[in-house]
């Protein structure tokens, strides 16, 4: 079996698709306009209430502002370095309100309910061959968890999110998430796991333990540590590398020892340690950096860039993927996979002053301002590991974690320009499509100093 998430990105006549096997045929390839497409008709469901007027005010100095939340949206808890910079915007309320304002716009869009009542799922086709995937149902719960506080329904709309997942159970690991549903909510393309919605999944819970409590309908803290434990058991290869799914389960198949670097979600890691006191996780963080460090001293030495996927990972020469590997032609390069890592690694340094975080996003940093002379618009969607370009245009999933990654270097006279012009050019930007769409928020959710560690 085979099984990725798939992401048919459609601007003007481009559809790019990153890929989804059948599970026993090799996935679509990542640049075929042919790839395979489900049929994603309109949902007869009304999109989620996402108007402005109705949300709580923001309130960024008064700790929970009286909300009774354990960590409500404009805390400002602060990143563990003093290194780290923050986009100049003048105040932090701004930032709050850009980043509120993207959320409205956002649930309007892609969030509503589901086939059963009381049920919540994003609505992520086009972008997907499913009309949903569990990438996006991780992403929303993460989403929604860090905003309570501006939105008064998010605890609502959370649960209700937790009931989906819990609907849509793989076969193959009863506590993960079957990874893609249709528009009516039928499991499609397998009914197996995705390792990065598996994991945002338990992060999302331990976020909700500590923002709305376990004394409720939902022990969140309960739920976290089940879903933790599968992801474990499931996800990962014997060595402590990360499999691509739960499918990816058979030795002597080449898959078992892939891995996505997009995967490489290093501080939930350090979230499920804390959480459960299970040492295995030190040793997959610190198998993790080897990776990392491996792949840019062997493989992207003047750039830093890591490639989307990983072959022979648990081996002593983890090595870019081959064409064809598992999505297409790019699978070795720095494309619509990969494009997440300056977010998910710069944001372990945020919150933990990781040193091998820092360093493996500075050479990004050093990169991407030198490859666009500090232009954003001249950043494009996707590179070989020695920074030649093939991509053509600026899209929002490669400039949003780029614009993460800048608020790591310490600024040198040069580098808050270059972070103020990224930020700049993110929020300009409007709703466009799910995928894209989505890590900007997130993006915004750490720019704006509002991601934090449960």
């Not at 249709?182 to 393309?189: A, E, K």
């Not at 993460?404 to 006279?413: F, H, I």
Request: net charge negative.
């Amino acid at each position: 079996m085979m099984r990725c998430c798939s992401l048919f990105l459609a601007l003007a006549a481009l559809i790019l698709a990153c890929g989804c096997g059948d599970g026993n045929a090799p996935a679509a390839d990542a640049g075929s306009s042919d790839a395979l497409a489900l049929d994603a008709a309109p949902h007869d469901a009304a999109p989620s209430d996402a108007s402005a007027s109705d949300a709580a005010p923001i309130d960024a100095e008064s700790g929970d502002g009286g909300t009774g939340l354990g960590h409500p949206f404009g805390t400002h808890s602060g990143y563990y370095s003093p290194g780290v910079i923050l986009p100049s915007v003048p105040t932090p309320q701004q930032r709050d309100q850009a980043t509120a304002d993207y959320y409205d716009a956002w649930k309007t869009a892609y969030l509503e309910p589901a086939c059963e009542p009381g049920h919540y799922r994003v609505h992520s086709a086009p972008a997907t061959a499913a009309y949903t995937v569990s990438e996006a149902h991780g992403y929303a719960m993460l989403i929604v968890a860090m905003m309570a506080g501006h939105d008064p329904d998010a605890q609502t709309i959370f649960d209700g999110l937790h009931a989906y997942f819990l609907d849509h159970p793989s076969s193959l690991s009863p506590d993960l998430m079957a990874w893609a549903q249709n528009d009516t909510c039928d499991d499609v393309m397998g009914s197996d796991s995705a390792t990065d919605g598996d994991l945002d999944i338990a992060y999302a819970l331990l976020l909700a333990s500590v923002q709305w409590g376990n004394g409720g309908a939902i022990d969140y803290q309960a739920e976290a540590t089940r879903v933790i434990g599968a992801i474990l058991a499931s996800d990962f290869h014997p060595q402590n590398t990360i499999l691509l799914g739960d499918w990816a389960n058979s030795p002597g198949d080449s898959y078992y020892t892939g891995t996505r670097t997009s995967d490489f979600l290093v501080s939930h890691f350090k979230a499920f340690r804390s959480a459960t006191n299970e040492a295995r996780w030190d040793t997959v963080v610190d198998k993790t950096y080897a990776i990392v460090s491996h792949l840019q001293d062997q493989y992207a030495s003047s750039t830093g860039l890591l490639p989307d996927f990983v072959e022979d990972a648990p081996g002593t020469d983890p090595s870019p993927a081959s064409a064809g590997f598992l999505e297409g032609a790019h699978d070795g390069h720095y494309g619509w996979n990969a494009c997440r890592t300056p977010w998910r690694l710069a944001t372990d340094f945020l919150l933990s002053g990781e040193p091998r975080a820092q360093a493996a996003v500075q050479r990004l940093n050093a990169f991407f301002r030198s490859e666009t002379g500090d232009d954003p618009t001249q950043l494009v969607d996707g590179y070989q590991l020695g920074g030649t370009p093939f991509g053509s245009y600026t899209a929002m999933a490669f400039l949003a974690p780029v614009t993460v990654a800048a608020m790591v270097e310490p600024d040198n006279g040069t580098n808050q320009a270059w972070l103020d012009a990224l930020w700049d050019e993110l929020v300009a930007s409007g709703i466009d499509e799910y995928y894209g769409d989505s890590i900007k928020l997130l993006a915004m959710i750490v720019l704006s100093d509002n991601w934090w560690t449960p």
